[in-house]
């Protein structure tokens, strides 16, 4: 799975680093919970490139990050200025908890029986109200290409997943359209989840 994008990294760099996440970013920040101030602490949970863990930190909140890319790992870690574990979703343990979890287009990964448990997994690492940022690909398929899994979602499909996620409620969800310049025709499906 990773495969990807250890040979493929400095296209993958290319081609997400600078696209313009501002405005989910405030969306999500807007969420965390009323207490939380600019030094909260957020997870960036397969940060890819690193650009949202920077912009995080840039805004001054204490910010962690994985990623299951040994690749992206040493180019989150460049690029956000912070350490950043290597670690799968399904293996993910963390030794404190977060007023908010930020999962763009990572999330998408995990393969569609794993995602309950891993969503619970989330969830316990969450303060009381704490807020997870999740993006999928719009749609229902479970498919592969160029050797990495993507396991889409609708409104319905994602709220048949959080009946199995019984700490998990839905804020709100919207599509959006991607904002990499030759991407606009890809629909994604943006949720803010709340631990009750």
């Known amino acids: 799975m990773t495969e990807f994008y250890d040979t493929h990294t400095e296209q993958f760099l290319k081609d997400t680093r600078d696209v313009d996440m501002k405005a989910l970013r405030d969306r999500f920040l807007a969420a965390l919970p009323a207490n939380a101030?600019?030094?909260?602490?957020?997870?960036d949970?397969?940060?890819?490139?690193?650009?949202?863990?920077r912009a995080f930190c840039k805004?001054?909140?204490?910010?962690?990050?994985?990623?299951?890319?040994?690749?992206?790992?040493?180019?989150?870690?460049?690029?956000?200025?912070?350490?950043?574990r290597q670690m799968w979703f399904e293996d993910f343990t963390w030794d404190h908890s977060f007023e908010g979890i930020w999962a763009c287009a990572s999330l998408l990964h995990v393969r569609r029986p794993d995602l309950p448990a891993v969503m619970r997994c989330l969830a316990d690492h969450l303060v009381p109200d704490g807020v997870l940022y999740a993006s999928f690909k719009f749609g229902t398929e479970d498919r592969t290409k160029d050797g990495r899994h993507f396991t889409?979602?609708?409104?319905?499909?994602?709220?048949?997943?959080?009946?199995?996620?019984s700490a998990l409620r839905q804020v709100e969800t919207w599509r959006s359209s991607d904002r990499r310049p030759d991407r606009e025709e890809d629909i994604w499906l943006n949720a803010l989840l709340r631990k009750s």
């Open 37 to 43: 101030t600019h030094t909260a602490r957020i997870l």
């Open 45 to 53: 949970a397969g940060t890819g490139s690193g650009r949202d863990a």
């Open 59 to 84: 805004l001054g909140y204490q910010v962690h990050a994985f990623d299951a890319s040994p690749a992206m790992v040493r180019a989150a870690c460049d690029y956000a200025g912070i350490p950043v």
């Open 152 to 165: 889409d979602m609708t409104e319905e499909t994602l709220s048949a997943l959080l009946d199995e996620c």
